[in-house]
């Protein structure tokens, strides 16, 4: 089960830090994902971080301002977003995937099989 939390109303420029808790698994063997949707569009890829958090991915229009970590002491990964913008609005969803690669950064969302319910963030301009 997944567990994601931390989204909310912000003005643009201002940071965010969404988490998500796992439960019932073994996190660290798990690549994790964030997605985002925004009102109609498709769902699309955020951010991944391999099971050793060893190896990071981004889509492009988040590189320099997202950052994704985990703690698989605390079986949590999070999604630290700074100098939001009104385009990053969007429905937030981690994703998690079993791997026995300590490098694997799925960016497809068939690519995960276990999804979290979803934290809604909101830039305002």
């Known amino acids: 089960q997944l567990q994601a939390s931390g989204g909310g109303l912000v003005q643009a420029g201002d940071s965010l830090r969404l988490s998500c808790a796992a439960s019932?698994?073994?996190?660290?063997?798990?690549?994790m994902g964030w997605f985002r949707q925004a009102p109609g569009k498709e769902r699309e890829f955020v951010a991944a971080?391999?099971?050793?958090?060893?190896?990071?991915r981004y889509v492009d229009s988040v590189k320099g301002r997202f950052t994704i970590s985990r703690d698989n002491a605390k079986n949590t990964v999070h999604l630290q977003m700074n100098s939001l913008k009104p385009e990053d609005t969007a429905v937030y969803y981690c994703?998690?995937?079993?791997?026995?690669?300590?490098?694997?950064?799925?960016?497809?969302?068939?690519?995960?099989?276990?999804w979290g319910q979803g934290t809604l963030v909101t830039v305002s301009s």
């Open positions: 019932g698994r073994t996190f660290s063997n798990y690549a």
């Open positions: 971080v391999a099971r050793t958090g060893t190896n990071t």
């Open positions: 994703a998690a995937q079993s791997s026995a690669s300590h490098y694997y950064t799925p960016t497809g969302g068939s690519d995960y099989s276990s």
